[in-house]
């Protein structure tokens, strides 16, 4: 059985959509990453990953996930771009004042246990106690990955959600 699409939940997004379509020009871009950057960030919405580095759609694979985390499915997906998307160069990009840094797998667990009910312990969360310690850990995993394409370039880079600034750290 086919569910209808919930048009009401979203009215706002379809009608938004139906505006920027009506002036939508098609700049003929390709799936390729026009500057050869991959970033990972967090899917906090106060990040706006193309602004942020002065690049425009068609430049940029943007991978987003809570704690802009090195996942196993961001490591499927950089083969995937370093191979055949034109990436040559990933920037992983967490933020400052993130809800992964805020608390430990187990109180995030709890918390939602807590406050709706819902035991989500079989879900890793991936937590950030020291920021720049997981930096370190995720970019060292994908510089240490071998199904990466050859001569991909990683570094690592803390957002500062008050400032805008970007400050590349050493790793």
């Known amino acids: 059985m086919t569910a209808q699409f919930p048009q009401d939940v979203f009215a706002d997004v379809l009608a938004s959509n139906a505006e920027y379509s009506a002036d939508f020009a098609d700049e003929h871009l390709t799936g390729f990453a026009a500057k050869g950057l991959a970033i990972i960030t967090c899917m906090d919405s106060r ?57 430990t797998e187990t109180e995030i667990h709890d918390e939602i246990l807590r406050e709706h009910g819902v035991d989500t312990r079989s879900v890793e969360i991936r937590t950030v106690r020291d920021t720049l ?37 050493d790793i």
Do not use: Q, W
């Open 47 to 103: 990040i706006s990953p193309l602004a942020i580095v002065g690049m425009g759609p068609g430049d940029v694979k943007i991978l987003r996930n809570a704690g802009a985390r090195v996942t196993d499915d961001v490591l499927r997906t950089l083969v995937l771009a370093t191979f055949l998307l034109g990436v040559k160069r990933v920037l992983v990009m967490p933020h400052t004042e993130c809800k992964m840094a805020s608390a």
């Open 133 to 169: 310690d997981a930096l370190t850990t995720d970019v060292t995993r994908i510089r240490t990955y071998p199904l990466l394409a050859p001569g991909v370039t990683v570094g690592g880079a803390l957002y500062d959600v008050h400032t805008g600034k970007l400050t590349p750290i």
